[in-house]
């Protein structure tokens, strides 16, 4: 018979998880989101702007938060509860390594207009950016209606089906 046999130390990879939070948990306090991200037309999580959320993002929270930056508040903000503070380093660690619930991002997709809902005026929006000079006030994570990471007529059809049915 062959008996588990238990570590008297526990899960050594929990137990650093549990000493980096502790650590960092005195370290951190909280910040307010008045960056010049706040409008949240910005991937959530990524902190260093280059358009995916890994590893180097979870450097990049640990600065923002220690060092006030570089990076901006509503990528920090990856619970989505208003605030940057340790609560989103440890959400990220989660997404990261341990199958955690992807960042909440703080725009709406569809909301191409960033006013909080989405309407015609995302229409009108979307179809003034893809149609029209090209100039439109636009967030454009939001516009990518659907989800394939660029701005397209795509978009517009799929935004158009969602708005009118
Ligand atoms: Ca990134
Ligand atoms: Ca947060
Ligand atoms: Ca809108």
């Known amino acids: 018979m062959c008996a588990v046999e238990r570590t008297k130390k526990g899960n050594p990879q929990m137990m650093t998880r549990i000493a980096m939070v502790a650590l960092v948990s005195v370290l951190a306090s909280p910040l307010a989101l008045a960056d010049d991200c706040s409008d949240g037309c910005v991937l959530a999580g990524d902190l260093n702007e280059d358009g995916s959320v890994d590893i180097a993002d979870h450097s990049a929270m640990l600065a923002y938060l220690f060092k006030g930056g570089p990076g901006c508040a ?49 229409f009108a929006t979307l179809g003034s950016y893809l149609f029209g000079s090209g100039t439109a006030d636009i967030c454009l994570l939001a516009a990518d209606v659907n989800e394939d990471g660029t701005v397209d007529i795509a978009d517009f059809i799929t935004l158009e089906n969602l708005i009118f049915g």
């Open 74 to 122: 509503a990528a920090a903000d990856v619970n989505g509860d208003g605030s940057a503070d340790i609560a989103d380093y440890i959400y990220l660690q989660d997404y990261l390594w341990y199958g955690g619930a992807a960042p909440v991002n703080g725009f709406i997709v569809g909301d191409a207009n960033n006013d909080g809902a989405v309407d015609i005026a995302d």
